[in-house]
């Protein structure tokens, strides 16, 4: 099967990319590295990808791209590609998300009209819940982003779903909640928090720490998007989550006994955008799609935890972080 992969150098679509390849199909991945985070990891994400016969990698952006002629002989699209971050989505940065979230899905749908694909596949977020009254959140829930990064996904979402309703585009879109692990964007909280331990600094916590969110391990997330090309209905949306919600306070301790030693905190105020709770119903996904997370928080964040380790060195002798396995 021939599958275009956009965002495919970031943290989830490099790992779909590898799933793709590694079940015999040929891969068109398109990134354009954007400065948004440091684009050596990008780059790291790509060199498994690269050293692959069936991927082909374009360097690009999708506002930029032919891709009406890109998508011929394609038989499925997973669109991943976005401008992250809710803090960051505020004043002029929004031109940014508009251009590469909303711009940028538009012309990709406006290119799949007519096109004998088997699925178009968004990868939509959490965040376009915001404050809905909802908990769990369910697929049904009233939507009220709390951020212009929200406002963004959601307005996708709403045209995959307008090209699926006049157009026939074949469109299915995954709300991801709060993904973590292995090679987590450095933007994120748990890659924050693990630098942070691992350097022997305190963590910055945002907020009083009782809000709760649901996490989903990035592995959990990659076999969501494999089932949604198989089973997923098109015109559906979907809710991908890990299946239960922490408070964040409760975090810390999972960390400590991950880190194997005490965290230290650092309070700061509640940062505009960012939602008190998240918690999915992911009980239609699971009818639908067999989704069934496999991964829990404590092994999760063991896993992202040695991938902190091999990519920032041990700190200083005398500084305190923690001591799990061995460096």
Known sequence: MNIIVTGAAGFIGSRLSLRLLANGCRVTGIDCLTDFYDERIKRRNLEPLLAHRGFRWLNADLNDLPLRRLLRGAEAVYHLAAQAGVRDSWGDSF?????????????????????????????????VYGLTPDMPFKETSPLHPLSPYGVSKLAAENLAFLYFRCFGVPTVSLRFFTVYGPGQRPDMAFHKFLKAIRGGAPITVFGNGKQTRDFTYVDDIVTANLAALERGRAGEVYNVGGGHRERLDRVFKILESVCGGAVRLRRAEAQKGDAPHTFADISKAGRELGFAPRTGLADGLAAEWDYIRTIY????AGRRAGKGKPS
């Open 95 to 127: 031109d940014i998300y508009i251009r590469q979230n909303i711009r940028a899905t538009q012309r990709l749908l406006e290119a799949a009209k007519g096109l004998p694909l088997r699925r178009f596949i968004y990868a939509s977020s959490s965040s």
């Open 313 to 316: 060195p041990a700190p200083a």
